[in-house]
């Protein structure tokens, strides 16, 4: 006895309940997050920060600074609207950045493009990243942190 080729009714409808029962899953956690992307994104954006920070002391001709507080997780450039980062992100100011107000640390970009320098660590767990300025260049650069 020969049969047709095929699914049957019952097996297409177990596929789809399969189907529903994985995506119902997916869609209850939300997106798709990753610590380290998170961590990175905040990193690339301070680090945007202090670099236009620079130049806006260069081009300005006068020093500009960058507030940075650790305990409110924000920075912010002279004068202008704070960033903030995400809570569940460590964030650890190094000397030499100079100490402001409270926990607030600054660093600061000379005309001449120097900097007051200084190190600030972000991370979650083991993951760290390292957003540097060197005092003498007032160069910014980020790296993995050990």
Known sequence: MRRDAGFTLI??????AIVAVVLGVLIGRGPAR???LEIRAA?????Q?????????IA???DVSVAIDPLRHVFATDGAPPRLVDPGIDMAVLPPALPGP???????????????GGSVVLGSGRRRIDVSVEWLTGKVSVADAH
């Open 11 to 16: 097996e297409v409808l177990v596929v789809l």
């Open 34 to 36: 990753s610590r380290g």
């Open 43 to 47: 990193a690339g954006a301070l680090a």
């Open 49 to 57: 920060n202090l670099r236009a920070a620079r130049a806006q002391a």
């Open 60 to 62: 300005g001709d006068h």
């Open 102 to 116: 409270g926990a607030v640390r600054l660093i600061r970009f000379s005309a001449d493009g120097s900097s007051t």
